[in-house]
């Protein structure tokens, strides 16, 4: 037993290091960038919320777990921002690399779960992995509406770009919360075009 909980007390003090990596995507008042940390507890909190706007039902535990750990690989990885400039494949593999290390930290019947949790939420083929995938969207694009468009400033994003790399995925998990986004995102742009 001192075994298993040394190993998830090992896996814990690892994901507290996601409390330090810095989003492109700021706090809604705009004082600060967000973490990691902050960003996977506010996307959980945004999917208990708006659990009745998903496209198709979903079992909301399974959507939390996997959005609690969706960007631990960040701890490696670093975060990259949608609008950022990386290259996808490169990141791919480097983040395979991370899930592997960071699951493999904890006890291999959790290790096996946890790592078999986030491979759904990346694939994005389950109802629950595509609802958490849209409001993994949902909640940077409220952060730049309140924030005036920090971020989308910082990245010269246009409209454009938040439809086809983030509206397309709001869309398939919650085209309700994607019409009443896109009101408001058209807003801001007409605004600042």
């Not at 009745?52 to 079992?59: K, S």
């Not at 993994?136 to 994003?157: C, F, I």
Request: proline share 4%; with cysteine; glycine share 6%.
């Amino acid at each position: 037993m001192t075994d298993r909980i040394n190993a998830q007390l090992a896996f814990l003090t690892e994901a507290c290091k996601l409390k330090s990596i810095l989003r492109g995507t700021t706090l809604c008042d705009g004082s600060r960038p967000e973490n990691s940390g902050e960003h996977s507890w506010h996307i959980a909190l945004y999917a208990m919320v708006m659990a009745e706007h998903a496209n198709r039902p979903v079992n909301i535990d399974r959507v939390i777990k996997m959005l609690l750990i969706h960007d631990i690989v960040e701890i490696d990885a670093g975060d990259n921002p949608i609008h950022g400039d990386h290259d996808p494949a490169e990141m791919e593999v480097i983040e395979q690399a991370a899930a592997s290390r960071i699951f493999g930290l904890l006890p291999a019947d959790q290790a096996l779960t946890f790592r078999a949790l986030w491979d759904e939420f990346e694939a994005a083929e389950t109802d629950d992995a595509i609802f958490a995938k849209s409001i993994d969207r949902v909640q940077p694009v409220v952060s730049n509406l309140e924030s005036g468009g920090q971020s989308w400033t910082d990245y010269n994003v246009t409209r454009a770009q938040v439809e086809t790399r983030v509206g397309a995925k709001v869309q398939k998990g919650a085209p309700a919360v994607w019409a009443t986004l896109k009101s408001r995102i058209d807003a801001w742009f007409t605004a600042s075009g």
